[in-house]
């Protein structure tokens, strides 16, 4: 009896801990949004380049998914301005500082394989380099998001693998691929982010 209790109190502070630690700048409606950017910038590119086998197609490609690119970051980090602004106390600030650090390799490291893979034409690697990026970054942010998320990441980055070692290069630049990935993973991890939102405001 004393062992059990002694691990129902271990498990409650695990859990006391993560919620303080968990940060809070990210918005559900926002990452939503962003897969809902997604999501219009598949069906762009199923009107005007669905399938790019062509330098024209692969260059509308390439502003499609840049345009989205910027849009994303827009919806998702001018929610995080807005939260830092009005909301943030000093220990999510702090959190915020964290949350970027763990973020930048991924970031970094996503950017430099896109411009050398860009430099040498090989367009059709670039979505795997971009779904095993974010999920690295995901991973990275692990302990500082809700729980559900590390399945989502774990998606990215077995996803970006697959496109990565994929023996038809016309499959990554396909239209439906990067609204699959990004579109619904977005989505998801709003949902996630929402309910975790719901949990910690409920009485």
């Not at 997604?38 to 490609?61: M, R, S």
């Not at 345009?67 to 994303?72: D, F, G, K, M, Q």
């Not at 779904?131 to 302990?143: I, P, Q, T």
């Not at 609204?179 to 982010?193: A, E, K, N, S, W």
Request: hydrophobic content about 55%.
């Amino acid at each position: 009896m004393e062992v059990e209790r002694a691990l129902a109190d271990l498990a409650e502070v695990r859990d006391r801990l993560a919620s303080v630690q968990e940060f809070r700048g990210y918005s559900g409606v926002a990452a939503a949004a962003s897969g809902l950017a997604a999501i219009i910038a598949g069906a762009v590119q199923w009107v005007l380049a669905p399938y790019p086998n062509t330098p024209a197609q692969e260059q509308t490609y390439l502003q499609i998914w840049f345009a989205c690119l910027v849009t994303a970051l827009a919806i998702n980090y001018g929610a995080l301005v807005i939260w830092y602004v009005r909301s943030a106390g000093l220990h999510q600030r702090s959190l915020t500082r964290t949350v970027g650090l763990a973020i930048i390799p991924a970031i970094a490291l996503g950017a430099v394989l896109s411009l050398a893979l860009m430099g040498q034409h090989l367009i059709w690697l670039l979505p795997g380099v971009w779904y095993a990026s974010y999920g690295m970054g995901l991973f990275s942010s692990r302990a500082l998001l809700p729980r559900g998320v590390i399945w989502v990441a774990s998606a990215f980055g077995l996803a970006g693998a697959a496109l990565l070692l994929t023996t038809n290069p016309q499959l990554p630049l396909s239209f439906w691929v990067m609204p699959l990935g990004f579109g619904v993973g977005q989505t998801v991890i709003g949902y996630f982010l929402s309910q975790d939102r719901k949990k910690q405001t409920a009485p």
